[in-house]
């Protein structure tokens, strides 16, 4: 492998089904029956659903109204984010007792770099099962894990046994695993690009390897020399405790659909003062306003303008968006609103590629 490549040992720490879980910890009655955080049967989106709920086709992101068509013994209980946020850390005191290199993603999952770990162990499958039973003792909740040698590998192959489960994909396997894998478990593509795929021809990640990186990048522009790679192993990023967040948004789903401007630009302050504390709070600013208009029939607008500085202040943001509503002409009521920052003042200008004839050679140790 080129020296540019390091081979790592990564583990990807996945909570199962957190919120709910959570939920079901602290109410022993909801647990064995369907359960969805957030959204109701009226109103509003489901955040997270159970396992049980997910055996009728519950998901997070569907509307309440939906989720209960889908399930009718549904349960909806209302998210607590500050219980969420006082069980997690809890879980990230426990990666810190085996490194330092953590990386978290959301509230519920995280990488870490365990190649060199406060432990001193070597395998990196036992140190995953370790933590997984520590979490279990301290929090009562299950975790499911990813082990590889790299972040994309590892994220794919926490999914593989949940919940409550683990899988290694050791140096050695790489390859025949991701030429064996369904494209839709290819982390990145989502519903859209997997249907490009198909008609293409692809479907599993052999057919996506037999593709020259050319044609993959003629068909799906800068997203093609990244599947090139990956296919092939070949991800470099690192585990990065301080992760740069690309942008900061603040969203409300109204109680009722709007139809009229004015009390639109109402809920858009609010939107705005909430945004503004959070551009505060991660000591932020961007260059980018979107609004984002969910309307009663679930179809999404965005909306965008790049001003020439950068900006925190809930004044300019609230303006730009107004301009921004008033742009086009609103073709539904409205039942959600949206307003984020991005092209933000922390962004990397320094990443380099990957050599597009970067080669894959396998190196082997013990996992």
């Known amino acids: 492998m080129p020296n540019e490549m ?27 029956k369907p359960l969805a955080v957030g959204g109701s049967e009226k109103r509003g ?13 519950v998901r997070s992101a569907m509307s309440g109204f939906m989720a209960k068509k889908n399930c009718p013994q549904l349960t909806f209980v209302k998210p607590r984010f500050e219980r969420y946020k006082e069980i997690s850390k809890i879980i990230r005191s426990i990666f810190f007792e085996y490194t330092d290199l953590v990386e978290p993603l959301s509230l519920d999952e995280a990488y870490l770099d365990v190649t060199i770990n406060k432990k001193g162990n070597p395998s990196a499958t036992m140190l995953a099962t370790e933590i997984r039973q520590r979490i ?111 942008s900061v948004g603040a969203e409300r789903t109204f109680n009722e659909n709007l139809s009229s401007e004015v009390f639109m630009l109402e809920r858009l302050e609010h939107i705005a003062k909430e945004l503004e504390k959070r551009l505060t709070k991660s000591k932020v600013a961007g ?45 539904n009521s409205v039942r959600l609103l949206g307003i984020s920052l991005s092209n933000l003042n922390t962004d990397d200008k320094t990443a380099t590629k990957i050599d597009d004839k970067a080669i894959l050679v396998q190196l082997k140790f013990d996992f």
Request: aromatic fraction near 10%; hydrophobic fraction near 35%; charge should be positive.
């Open 287 to 331: 260059k980018t306003i979107t609004l984002k208009i969910k309307y009663s029939d679930f179809t999404l607008n965005t909306r965008s303008k790049t001003m020439p500085y950068f900006i925190a202040d809930k004044d300019l943001i609230l303006e730009t968006a107004k301009n921004l509503l008033y742009q086009e002409e609103l073709q």
């Open 136 to 246: 279990l003792e301290k929090t009562g909740l299950n975790a499911s894990a990813g082990i590889s040698i790299n972040k994309f590998i590892a994220k794919i192959a926490s999914d593989i046994n949940k919940p409550n489960g683990q899988k290694t994909v050791n140096p050695e396997e790489v390859i025949p695993f991701l030429e064996e894998l369904d494209i839709r478990k290819f982390y990145g593509v989502g519903k859209v690009t997997a249907e490009k795929m198909y008609k293409l021809g692809i479907f599993t990640g052999n057919d996506l390897k037999n593709k020259s990186i050319e044609f993959l990048a003629e068909n799906f522009g800068k997203s093609g020399p990244y599947y090139y790679h990956v296919v092939r192993g070949i991800h470099n990023s690192e585990v990065k405790p301080h992760r740069i967040p690309k």
């Open 45 to 57: 989106v489901v955040s997270a659903a159970n396992y049980e709920a997910r055996k009728y086709g």
């Open 6 to 32: 390091p081979l790592r040992k990564i583990i990807h720490v996945d909570m199962d089904a957190f919120y709910a879980s959570v939920e079901e910890l602290d109410n022993p009655d909801l647990k064995g």
